[in-house]
């Protein structure tokens, strides 16, 4: 067995075996057991990984299991607790184990805070912290908003979706927050307990809306055709 692809499945079949064995020859396989449990615990505690797929310019990972933080490379897994950095003139793509994108703009600063995932699709849950920047993200899964959830916040507000295309963006000097929909619908509004969103605003597809401070959010606006194909390239880190 490969300790290192070591199934969560699998463990269904320790309970048994140790049931089988007693005496001496059940205290080593005890022993065995366990010692492969501590060794696999790793990587089952970080099987939600994404890989980079496109990176350009100078990109930085912390991780959020020693907070050491290393130029990233190509290939290179993220895991949720890391934090993505990027430079001026720099981007990076992530593409996680469920398929959802991720993509980050210059000068941005980002926390993956949650990402669970189930291969049977009963655990879905997604929290995205811009801490500055712009971040957009190409959700393929599907979410509905209550058991499941895909939300993207920011110091003031944040996005809840339940599969789409955005763009979510936060300005510290400012205290601003923005949204801008690609496709489907997002809401968007002030953070509340439990994750909630608080009186939350449609932002359907090709609208954008602005908060600022505790301020609720602005009405949405559509945006002209042109900025928005404008936008749709230069926060795509693979077209821009």
Known sequence: MNICHFDYRSWSIIPI????????????LRTLIFS?????LPSLLHANNGIIKVLKGEVYIVSGKTNL????????????????????DS????????GNEINVSPETRVKISKYEYANNGKKKNVLLNVLKGKVRSKVKQKYDGEKN????????????VRGTDFLASYNPQQNSSNVIT??????????GANGSI??????????TVSQIGQNMPSPPQTLPATELASIDTETDAEKA
């Open 17 to 28: 075996l140790i049931h089988k064995f007693n005496g001496s020859s059940g205290m080593y």
């Open 36 to 40: 492969i449990a501590l060794l696999a």
């Open 69 to 88: 933080k290393t130029k990233a490379k190509m290939g290179q897994k993220v895991f949720a607790s890391d934090t993505v950095i990027t430079s001026k």
């Open 91 to 98: 981007r990076l793509k992530v593409v996680m184990v469920d």
């Open 149 to 160: 959830k895909f939300q993207v916040k920011t110091k003031t507000a944040v996005a809840g």
């Open 182 to 191: 690609f496709e489907g619908q997002v809401e968007f509004g002030l953070p």
């Open 198 to 207: 608080v009186n939350p605003v449609a932002v359907s597809a090709g609208q």
